[in-house]
């Protein structure tokens, strides 16, 4: 598995570096209020990537966070629920057949 993953890098690398190579024409980038940024179109495209990235991964953040809470609060409830007694006068009813 280690050499598969291996692999796998070194092949990634050789194609981001190849996409290095032939796209290195300078771009400008023209932003709000004026501001420009120029870079060769390699480092603009991977800029772009990578922020497209890192806000990808901020949002799964929030949602495994938002789950976290909410199973926090899941297992509140069923300790409450396992700790209050079982109702008076009488046994709880068999479980249903599940075949």
């Known amino acids: 598995m280690n050499l598969v993953m291996w692999i796998f890098r070194i092949v990634l690398f050789l194609l981001i570096l190849s996409f290095a190579i032939v ?12 501001f420009q ?3 060769p179109l390699v480092v603009a495209l991977l800029a ?22 909410q199973i ?13 007694p079982p109702p008076a006068g009488g046994t709880l009813p068999p479980p249903p057949d599940l075949l």
Do not use: C
């Open 48 to 69: 772009a990537a990578g922020l497209g990235a890192l806000l990808a991964l901020l949002a799964g953040l929030f949602q495994a966070l938002r789950l976290r809470r």
């Open 72 to 84: 926090a609060a899941l297992k509140r409830e069923l300790r409450a629920a396992q700790s209050t």
């Open 37 to 39: 940024w120029e870079a």
């Open 23 to 34: 796209n290195t024409d300078p771009v400008t980038i023209r932003y709000y209020l004026g």
